[in-house]
């Protein structure tokens, strides 16, 4: 192995480890005894993103002062009646199609009665009976680096996406002893997405939310943002001895990251199986995830249909969407053949591309796309006009360099202020043996505290971070360190060939490492030769 290949081997080993994408949940899940088996479904109440409700044109915005986003018909005003958001069906259609669903020619609506506070007309209008679409498959990667030597692909099965509205938000005062109700969130317009329980370990439910949030991003049907409640996830989880039937389940509702989703699903696994082997008993629930505690606690018993009393809704007719090319009256009919022809590129097409066009490594495919960021740097520097850059190479710089500078900083890449015109210099860098991986890690780290004022050139100028590549400068380097380490040269004379990158060493540590390892390597054979 070349000494340009050892320091590139070792860059992406110190970069998996400092990233530390393997959480102590995942590690349970490699070593849990084989007779358990765990059993993990996924409910996604994902917020569509269009600039009023669901029924009414009352405006949605995040952030917005209390009660300062309802219409009379979200207050439940007696003689206030609904009106469907077109843009909402073109969106659940788009979505729908693109997770492989079969859109229902015509679909319904219901009440689903339960009684909060703030839930003003006592019913929920969804689709219980006839959803929008049903039977679609989302097939996603799931890749831990450290843990899964490998990725691999798992596949959930897309039971129905249908629409519904959000209810309003309960505020408890403590101090006043006083619950107020917001209802800005009332009407909100949602998809639901209801997985079977195709699922094993929690990091394969965190690889799902994961894959659908970059589905939904790309097609512009939510925004994703969980922090602020646009996506939430609920997860129905089980466990059983292998070859028995499926235990009795729990549900933990309104998970509120990605990260969260694996931490959840894992605690209540291990919860449940504690409890089993003591003796115990699970009993159907509903829990809600504590992420300060990182546990799950419980909230109150899981309802069941009945309790619901699900009925259609009298006050909207059915719904009807074109699935047959040729045969829709646009002004009034949403025409699904047409949004189907217009679906952009998909996460798993882009990763493909990369694999096939670009010959980047399946692994390398994955961390790019995952990170909508990261790619968008990528796409940026390999496509600037003008400009022939080898895809290996940026794919490495940002994976490898960026993202170990970042985790050592302990920030997330959008937090990087660092330009993609910036990160391109150093490629080129990279590219034109001017610096190599650790003097690439020093100006991205001073680019970084700079906020990206200064330039990596001229970063690399004024510290004199750049490669020593002079033959005349690397030749009394090599004959330095051989007069000095004669013990090491004689044992690489009686062939012990790895005393070379002993040497070697040395003339790095000498340098401050920007000497050329690759013709420092090779100039040193030669004088060990003669």
């Not at 049903?134 to 450290?146: E, N, Q, S």
Request: net charge neutral.
């Amino acid at each position: 192995m070349s000494w340009n290949a050892l320091f590139r081997r070792n860059s992406i080993i110190f970069n998996v480890r400092q990233r530390n994408y393997a959480s102590k949940a995942a590690i349970k899940e490699v070593s849990r005894p084989n007779r358990w088996k765990s059993v993990i479904g996924l409910e996604v109440h994902a917020q569509i993103l269009t600039a009023s409700k669901l029924f009414s044109g009352a405006e949605v915005a995040f952030s917005s002062p209390i009660n300062g986003c309802v219409s009379l018909f979200d207050a439940s005003i007696p003689g206030t009646l609904p009106v469907l958001n077109r843009k909402c069906v073109e969106l659940g259609v788009r979505t729908a199609l693109a997770l492989g669903c079969t859109i229902n020619p015509v679909s319904m609506f219901d009440r689903k009665h339960y009684f909060y506070a703030d839930l003003p007309a006592g019913y929920q209008i969804t689709q219980q009976r006839a959803p929008l679409a049903r039977g679609g498959l989302l097939t996603f990667p799931v890749f831990i680096p450290g843990v899964t030597r490998k990725p691999y692909y798992k596949s959930a099965r897309l039971l129905q996406l249908q629409l519904e509205q959000d209810s309003g938000k309960s505020l408890h005062d403590p101090v006043e002893r006083k619950s107020l109700v917001d209802l800005n969130r009332a009407g909100v317009p949602l998809m639901e997405l209801v997985f079977e329980p195709d699922l094993e370990t929690g990091e394969e439910a965190a690889a799902l939310v994961k894959e659908l949030i970059l589905i939904l991003t790309r097609l512009g049907s939510c925004s994703c943002r969980m922090e602020e409640g646009a996506l939430r996830v609920d997860a129905n989880i089980s466990v059983h001895k292998e070859n028995t039937a499926l235990g009795t389940r729990t549900e933990v509702k309104n998970i509120g990251s990605v990260r969260a989703v694996a931490q959840a699903v894992e605690f209540e696994i291990e919860r449940q199986i504690g409890i089993l082997d003591d003796g115990g008993r699970i009993f159907n629930e509903t829990r809600a995830w504590d992420a300060t505690g990182k546990r799950t606690i419980a909230m109150r018993d899981k309802e069941v249909v009945q309790d619901y009393r699900f009925m259609p809704e009298p006050n909207l007719p059915p719904l009807h969407v074109n699935v047959v090319e040729g045969e829709c009256d646009a002004e009034n009919v949403v025409d699904a053949v047409q949004i189907g022809a217009n679906l952009p590129e998909l996460p798993e097409e882009t990763r493909k591309q990369l694999v096939e066009v670009h010959n980047l490594t399946p692994e390398m495919a994955i961390i790019l796309v995952n990170d909508m960021t990261l790619h968008g740097h990528f796409r940026s520097i390999l496509d600037e006009p003008g400009k022939m850059r080898s895809p290996k190479t940026v794919a490495n710089c940002l994976v490898n360099e960026l993202l170990t500078i970042l985790n050592k900083n302990k920030l997330d890449i959008e937090q990087c202020r660092i330009s993609s015109a910036h990160l391109a210099e150093v490629v080129d860098m990279f590219d034109g043996n001017i610096i190599n991986p650790y003097l690439a890690r020093l100006i991205l780290q001073e680019a970084l505290d700079q906020e990206g004022a200064e330039s990596p050139t001229v970063i690399a100028q004024r510290n004199d971070w750049l490669m020593i590549t002079d033959l005349a400068r690397i030749e009394p380097l090599c004959r330095d360190v051989i007069e000095k380490n004669p013990k090491v040269v004689e044992k690489y004379r009686k062939g012990k060939e790895k005393m070379l990158f002993a040497l070697a060493g040395e003339i790095a540590k000498a340098t401050d490492q920007k000497v050329d390892m690759a013709k420092a390597v090779d100039l040193l054979k030669k004088m060990l030769k003669s």
